[in-house]
Structure formats: C-alpha cells, structure tokens
C-alpha cells in the first residue's frame, strides 16, 4: 500500500470541523503523539527520504518506516507501520535496543491529534488536525490506496483539500520542520 498525504500550514480548525461534520465524518477523540525519530548506521536518513520513528500513542507503540517520497507535489511513499506492546518500559526497550544497533536519535515531534475519517471518491480519507508543539497548526489529508489506484487516489486527494478550503500546502515533514526551527534557534 501507498500512503498518498498531503499537508496544509495555518489551519483553522472551526470550519473545516463543520464541513466535515456536514459530509458525515466519523471523528476520533483528540490524543497526544510523540515521535521519536532516529537515523540509521548504515545510511542517512535525510539523504535518502527516508524516515523510521517510534511513535507513542498514550500508552500504544508503533515502530514506522516511511520509503523515499515518490513525487514533490503529493507525499507518495511506502508506509509500514507495526505495532509493539504497550507501556513505557516497551519504549524504553526498543529505544535502547534500536541504540546497540547503531541507530541515533535525531528529535521527537510532539502534536495533539484529532482526526476525522470518511468515504468520498470511492476512497477512505483521514483528515488528521494537528497543533505540532513549537510550530503551530496544520491539517494533513491521507488516503493508503494500491499501486494500481495511486493516479485516482492523488485526484481524489486534490478534490477533497480544494473542498475544504486547504491551500497552503507544506512540502517539508514535522521533523523537517522541527530541526529547521532548531537550526535557526541555534543560530541566533
């Protein structure tokens, strides 16, 4: 499967609830995520595109890799995602066991999360509402579709961000821009 996303910067949530609400999307409750994102020994990561993270979820771990993006426009890549058992001391362990083989960690982005899901174009969207710690407020539209339907998928991605409102588009990944922010606070 191919996760296609796409983000959008300066987000108001209000309206885009609304409209949502009004096209029947099943809301989650709002959670705090916090991922930890470490590079590999034997490559770097921002190099090659790639991103590999622990990701905490209340009391829920995930190891995540994300594949080099495929396109500029709309994040197309491979996504796999596997969870791990629950708690504290599971992160804790995998944290020091991905250490011992050699990978480092990079930062931890930190958001409250709300999302909503629906069916529209014969696909099945999460429109996640994120207010990421130090950097503000986005919504980000994804859809996981086979290779088969990517070009449809990305159509139908465009079509459901256009309805919403959603125009200014962000390229650059949370941890992207969580290290450009330190970058530039470290220079000044």
Same mark, same amino acid.
């Given at each position: 499967m191919l996760e296609i996303e796409q983000k959008f910067a300066r987000a108001d949530f209000a309206p885009l609830e609304r409209r949502l609400a009004e096209w029947g999307a099943v809301f989650g409750g709002a959670h705090e995520e916090a991922d930890h994102y470490f590079n590999a020994p034997d490559r770097d990561f921002a190099r090659t595109d790639e991103a590999f993270r622990l990701r905490r979820v209340g009391p829920a771990n995930y190891l995540t890799y @994300?594949?080099? @993006?495929?396109?500029?426009? +709309? @994040? +197309?890549?491979? $996504?796999? $995602?596997i969870p791990l058992q629950p708690g504290d001391q599971a992160a804790a362990d995998m944290t020091r066991l991905l250490t011992h083989l050699g990978y480092r960690f990079v930062a931890v982005v930190k958001k409250q999360r709300r999302t909503a899901s629906l069916e529209r174009d014969g696909f099945s969207f999460t429109v996640c509402l994120d207010e990421v710690e130090g950097l503000g407020r986005f919504a980000e539209v994804e859809v996981l579709a086979p290779e088969d339907r990517r070009a449809d998928a990305e159509k139908a991605l465009a079509a459901l961000a256009a309805e919403l409102g959603l125009s200014e588009v962000e390229r650059r990944s949370y941890l992207g821009l969580v290290l450009a922010a330190k970058s530039a606070g470290a220079g000044a």
């Amino acid at each position: 499967m191919l996760e296609i996303e796409q983000k959008f910067a300066r987000a108001d949530f209000a309206p885009l609830e609304r409209r949502l609400a009004e096209w029947g999307a099943v809301f989650g409750g709002a959670h705090e995520e916090a991922d930890h994102y470490f590079n590999a020994p034997d490559r770097d990561f921002a190099r090659t595109d790639e991103a590999f993270r622990l990701r905490r979820v209340g009391p829920a771990n995930y190891l995540t890799y @994300k594949g080099p @993006k495929q396109r500029a426009d +709309v @994040k +197309v890549r491979t $996504e796999l $995602e596997i969870p791990l058992q629950p708690g504290d001391q599971a992160a804790a362990d995998m944290t020091r066991l991905l250490t011992h083989l050699g990978y480092r960690f990079v930062a931890v982005v930190k958001k409250q999360r709300r999302t909503a899901s629906l069916e529209r174009d014969g696909f099945s969207f999460t429109v996640c509402l994120d207010e990421v710690e130090g950097l503000g407020r986005f919504a980000e539209v994804e859809v996981l579709a086979p290779e088969d339907r990517r070009a449809d998928a990305e159509k139908a991605l465009a079509a459901l961000a256009a309805e919403l409102g959603l125009s200014e588009v962000e390229r650059r990944s949370y941890l992207g821009l969580v290290l450009a922010a330190k970058s530039a606070g470290a220079g000044a």
